[in-house]
């Protein structure tokens, strides 16, 4: 089994980032480190056709959110050093800003979504309303994945089959975790998304706990390749 780091950004800044947001300067030193160190990547939809991945060294980037800043940040910079990411998008706030975080960063509209050119972007569900899934029952996570469904339809949307759990939350327990991923695969997701901090495998042995690894705003350049190295950093 080969090795797929999974790399996690949120808001980006033109000032300096720290926790979730990052500043788009440091952004660049990512990505520009990315491109030159020769890593190839994917949009999550291309893996559920591969039994294996490339020679060579491998990542996949993904923001959670939906923000304007992305748009306006992180796609220039996907284009520049030809990188491919995944926006997971909490569809109830599109057009709106993030009320449970800062409630003042703006989230991208459906136009703006579908501006977005699908060569570097792909679009992924971050549920509906954003809301923790482990506090949610079965009857509120199957509505919650309908109405993401049936909006994305409504609004002639391109959405990947997979989706990243707010908070990085998800039912643990054997009796839950088989009931919501029942859900989840009867709508059709394939992938879905936690944190964890740890390097994955692949193919995945647990495509709905698919780990991904946090990059802060306050990291160094040093930090940022151990990160990809390693996961997880104690």
């Not at 020769?38 to 060294?57: D, I, N, S």
């Not at 975080?101 to 971050?126: C, P, R, Y």
């Not at 901090?197 to 995945?204: L, Q, S, Y």
Request: net charge positive; aromatic share 12%.
């Amino acid at each position: 089994m080969e090795k797929l780091p999974i790399l996690m950004y949120h808001h980006i800044t033109v000032e300096e980032g720290k926790g979730l947001t990052i500043s788009a300067e440091k952004l660049e030193k990512q990505f520009k480190h990315l491109a030159e160190n020769g890593y190839k990547t994917f949009h999550l939809k291309e893996l559920f056709q591969l039994k294996k991945l490339p020679k060579g060294k491998n990542i996949v980037i993904t923001f959670d959110d939906g923000y304007v800043s992305q748009m306006e940040h992180a796609l220039p910079l996907l284009k520049k050093y030809k990188l491919k990411a995944t926006f997971f998008v909490p569809l109830n706030f599109l057009g709106k800003t993030d009320s449970w975080n800062t409630s003042s960063i703006e989230i991208m509209t459906a136009t703006q979504l579908k501006s977005l050119d699908s060569k570097f972007v792909e679009l992924g569900f971050h549920t509906f309303y954003h809301k923790k899934i482990t506090e949610l029952s079965n009857a509120e996570i199957e509505l919650d994945t309908q109405k993401c469904i049936d909006f994305v339809a409504e609004n002639k949307l391109k959405f990947s089959s997979i989706v990243a759990y707010p908070y990085g939350k998800f039912p643990k327990k054997i009796k839950q975790n088989e009931a919501f991923k029942k859900v989840l695969k009867q709508h059709g997701i394939q992938l879905g998304l936690r944190i964890g901090n740890r390097i994955n495998h692949f193919p995945f042995k647990k495509p709905f706990e698919i780990e991904r690894i946090d990059i802060k705003g306050e990291y160094s350049m040093l930090k940022f390749r151990q990160k990809i190295r390693f996961g997880k950093l104690f």
